[in-house]
């Protein structure tokens, strides 16, 4: 499997303060997207990057923003986290160019905001 | 954007097929199907695709139907670790490659 890994696995954080969640491949992967999952919904996209510094919303973008400065990293922000924003994150990477590579996900990250 | 539905749930015996269905009757001639599945609250692990014609992999088979508007997945010989969800994903072939997750079937492997 590719090596995609989520930092942190759990964090716990109070209403109103900045979160970042950490997504790390190493596969050299030209997409990587972000997911929310919550009980009855699947997984949600959240926001997506095509490459170094192009990223587009998905889904569910409202309250989050994101950043890929190199092609190793995404990252996704909560500005001013809610207790709506309590949920498991997940990223994911895949090759890019063609219609016909899988996407690797990471394990999740656990936020609850309280 | 081409949409999947699935059923919400089956059971399968186990040691029997398992035999999941998928509708996407909005495909577009150059979008691939695709199977991932979540066994508990892992994250989704990629299973098989397809374009048009039929797939086998070590895990699975994958049936599309001649017309593509919707597809089986199969786990020929189902076991109590086979017990997860499946979601039946179309690849968006806007030119960003959005990929956009159903709600999925949740397959009871029953011994």
């Known amino acids: 499997d590719a090596g995609i890994t989520q930092s942190p696995r759990h964090k716990v954080t109070e209403t109103g303060t900045p979160v970042t969640l950490r997504c790390h491949q190493t596969?050299?992967?030209?997409?990587m997207y972000w997911y929310r999952q919550d009980p009855g919904h699947g997984l949600r996209l959240i926001h997506y990057?095509?490459?170094?510094?192009?990223?587009d919303k998905g889904e569910v973008s409202d309250g989050y923003s994101v950043s890929r400065s190199k092609t190793e990293d995404f990252l996704l922000t909560l500005e001013s986290a809610t207790s709506s924003q309590t949920s498991v994150y997940f990223c994911?990477?895949?090759?890019?160019?063609?219609?016909?590579?899988?996407?690797?996900f990471g394990q999740g990250t656990r936020l609850t905001v309280v | 954007d081409a949409k999947t539905t699935q059923p919400p749930s089956m059971d399968c015996a186990e040691g029997r097929a398992a035999n999941l269905p998928c509708n996407h009757s909005?495909?577009?001639?150059?979008?691939?199907v695709y199977w991932y599945r979540q066994i508990h609250s892992q994250g989704p692990q990629y299973i098989i695709h397809?374009?048009?014609n039929n797939e086998t992999n070590e895990m699975a088979s994958l049936i599309i139907t001649e017309d593509r508007k919707s597809s089986t997945l199969i786990l020929p010989h189902a076991t109590l670790r086979d017990t997860a969800v499946y979601y039946c994903?179309?690849?968006?072939?806007?030119?960003?490659?959005?990929?956009?997750f159903g709600t999925g079937t949740r397959l009871k492997v029953l011994a």
């Open positions: 994911a990477s895949r090759q890019g160019g063609f219609l016909n590579t899988e996407a690797f």
């Open positions: 596969e050299n992967h030209r997409y």
């Open positions: 990057s095509y490459g170094v510094k192009d990223t």
């Open positions: 909005t495909i577009s001639g150059n979008e691939y």
């Open positions: 397809g374009l048009k």
């Open positions: 994903i179309v690849l968006l072939s806007s030119g960003t490659y959005k990929y956009i």
